[in-house]
């Protein structure tokens, strides 16, 4: 038969150094307990000022955005009333264009319509036509006289240099 009790091998023990008993032993000494934790104020304003900086913060975008809102509103209305003042003098550009009105405008300073026109061959000078002075329907309308210091002097357009200077590429 068999046998079921386990086989136990003797515990070996380790061989110990021979214990020096002068050896020193580690000092021990006592340790204050530790400081309860600090006050909670610190912490408490610290917070209390986050809150309040990002409130005025807030107060501050809101009410820049209400000048701003403000502001557009007002610019919104005046670009409309300049939007229809804008639609009002083409009107009246229009309505001042047309042929009559030009004709009326012209009769009132003392101008009258041509019967035969003339014309001036640039190249010699010479008047090709005949003309027939033009029959006046009221008085010749006289110029005022302008005092010199006032008046404004022609336009010197040919006073301006002629040279083309291009656009900087020419003669590359």
């Given at each position: 038969?068999?046998?079921?009790?386990?086989?136990?091998?003797?515990?070996?023990?380790?061989?110990?150094?021979?214990?020096?008993?002068?050896?020193?032993?580690?000092?021990?000494?006592?340790?204050?307990?530790?400081?309860?934790?600090?006050s909670s104020m610190p912490f408490t304003l610290l917070c209390t000022l986050i809150v309040t900086a990002t409130l005025a913060a807030l107060l501050f975008m809101n009410i820049q955005m209400s000048d701003a809102s403000y502001e557009i509103t007002r610019l919104q209305g005046q670009a409309q009333r300049l939007t229809e003042e804008g639609q009002a003098l083409a009107e009246t550009n229009e309505r001042l264009g047309t042929p009559q009105e030009l004709e009326r405008q012209a009769r009132e300073i003392g101008m009258v319509p041509v019967s035969d026109p003339?014309?001036?061959?640039?190249?010699?000078?010479?008047?090709?036509?005949?003309?027939?002075?033009?029959?006046?329907?009221?008085?010749?309308?006289e110029l005022a006289e302008v005092p010199a210091d006032v008046a404004v002097p022609p336009a010197q357009i040919y006073d301006e240099s002629t040279a083309y200077h291009g656009m900087g590429n020419e003669g590359a």
């Open positions: 038969m068999a046998s079921t009790s386990a086989v136990h091998a003797p515990a070996i023990r380790p061989v110990r150094g021979t214990r020096n008993t002068t050896a020193a032993r580690p000092r021990l000494t006592v340790v204050a307990t530790p400081k309860a934790a600090g003339a014309y001036i061959d640039l190249d010699t000078g010479e008047i090709i036509g005949e003309t027939s002075p033009a029959e006046q329907t009221g008085t010749n309308p």
